[in-house]
T-cell receptor, first 117, second 116 residues
Framework: AQTVTQSQPEMSVQEAETVTLSCTYDTSESDYYLFWYKQPPSRQMILVIRQEAYKQQNATENRFSVNFQKAAKSFSLKISDSQLGDAAMYFCAYTPPIKFGNEKLTFGTGTRLTIIP | KAGVTQTPRYLIKTRGQQVTLSCSPISGHRSVSWYQQTPGQGLQFLFEYFSETQRNKGNFPGRFSGRQFSNSRSEMNVSTLELGDSALYLC???????????????FGPGTRLTVL
């Protein structure tokens, strides 16, 4: 079974600084998808960034980027120029290859990110 | 495009009652998944529906059930409620294509269920 591990329950960063959230996963598949979602106090789960395992290039979305190390099964999220609105719980998630019957997301336990003004 | 909507947003029930939660996916999305979020267990997958068929089911008792309608809207039902069913129930939709990179799930705001 696939597992996703987030070893940092809480992180904090000064506003405008850079922070990296860690995630490791375990799978026997060679093709899969990885995601970072954020969940602010409103509890709405918001997609931050997505990475396809077959792509060697790390995904980026504005101030958000990932460091995807397939061999190490590591998928960290870097947030640059942190803003107060980035304060949230961040979840790393895995889903297996696209085929019928595999739409399930497996989530890590989350990292609570605090932004210090 | 409108996002995923869930109704109601908040529910209070008592033990032994049953509850039905509703989810309307993003227009054009054919797959709907349900997740339970609790402080103790985190985010756990309940089930997933595609074209009115349950394709995948998590490790939950039979008291948890669901269905999907022809317009892709989905409902989940919990019968004989227990205190431990208190949770945030999240619904997510996706395009669920056979090939391509569109296997991304987009979430609704959730339904907060409290069982007294």
């Amino acid at each position: 079974a696939q597992t996703v591990t987030q070893s940092q329950p809480e992180m904090s960063v000064q506003e405008a600084e850079t922070v990296t959230l860690s995630c490791t996963y375990d799978t026997s598949e060679s093709d899969y998808y990885l995601f970072w979602y954020k969940q602010p106090p409103s509890r709405q789960m918001i997609l931050v960034i997505r990475q396809e395992a077959y792509k060697q290039q790390n995904a980026t979305e504005n101030r958000f980027s990932v460091n995807f190390q397939k061999a190490a099964k590591s998928f960290s999220l870097k947030i640059s120029d942190s803003q107060l609105g980035d304060a949230a719980m961040y979840f790393c998630a895995y889903t297996p290859p696209i085929k019928f019957g595999n739409e399930k997301l497996t989530f890590g336990t989350g990292t609570r990110l605090t932004i210090i003004p | 495009k409108a996002g995923v909507t869930q109704t109601p947003r908040y529910l209070i029930k008592t033990r032994g009652q049953q509850v039905t939660l509703s989810c309307s996916p993003i227009s054009g999305h054919r797959s709907v998944s349900w997740y339970q979020q609790t402080p103790g267990q985190g985010l756990q997958f309940l089930f997933e529906y595609f074209s009115e068929t349950q394709r995948n089911k998590g490790n939950f008792p039979g008291r948890f059930s669901g269905r999907q309608f022809s317009n892709s809207r989905s409902e989940m039902n919990v019968s004989t409620l227990e205190l431990g069913d208190s949770a945030l129930y999240l619904c997510a939709s996706s395009l669920a294509r056979l090939a391509g990179a569109q296997n991304t799930q987009y979430f609704g705001p959730g339904t907060r269920l409290t069982v007294l």
